[in-house]
């Protein structure tokens, strides 16, 4: 769980961001793949919230898993189509964040070594895999592992945040997928901490 302020601030930036992933499907549904983009940007939205507030079994944790892994797949062949290098590089982007928020939901219990044993045990319903974490601190390759998404995540909001500023017709979406990055990267540097 993440603590005060960062809770509400987190999740006021979920809450943005799921809004804006839903409003696009409601008032201008998009073609195919780019729906596929939306209710990934949506789903993930609802499960960061879910992860800063609620603990859950791990059927949950890996449900979620699975479903970020489905969509992962779903958002291939976007990456086939894309017509030129800034769609692609978006695309891959998106990959990138659902290869980030896999990588959290997996190894939040190695991430969480050094918190409160209670906190550990308990949050997003790891205890098995808490167990394994070696007592007070995270794993070196967990940490590593860790930054490198950071970084991933970081890179990806400045592209996002660029891309906001040179283009007109898609600015929501783009500040919307900057706003995620910028979110998921900040959720990813303070569980560790």
Do not use: K, Y
């Amino acid at each position: 769980m993440v603590d005060p302020p960062w809770d509400l601030l987190l999740t006021v930036a979920f809450v943005l961001t799921g809004t804006a992933g839903i409003w696009i499907l409601v008032v201008c549904p998009p073609s195919g793949g780019e729906t596929v983009l939306h209710v990934n940007h949506a789903a993930m939205s609802a499960a960061m919230i879910l992860m800063i507030w609620v603990i859950v079994s791990d059927i949950a944790v890996w449900a979620q898993v699975a479903l970020f892994a489905v969509l992962t797949l779903a958002l291939l062949p976007a990456l086939r189509g894309a017509s030129d290098r800034t769609r692609r590089a978006d695309v891959v982007g998106h990959l990138a964040l659902n290869a980030a928020m896999i990588w959290m939901l997996a190894a939040m219990p190695l991430l969480m070594a050094g918190a409160h044993a209670s906190d550990v045990q308990g949050h997003a319903g790891h205890g098995s895999a808490a167990a394994i974490a070696p007592a007070g601190h995270p794993p070196g390759w967990a940490i590593a592992v860790n930054s490198g998404f950071v970084v991933v995540c970081a890179a990806g909001m400045l592209w996002w945040l660029v891309r906001a500023t040179a283009v007109r017709e898609h600015r929501l979406p783009a500040i919307g997928h900057g706003l995620m990055a910028a979110g998921m990267g900040t959720m990813l540097f303070l569980i560790p901490a």
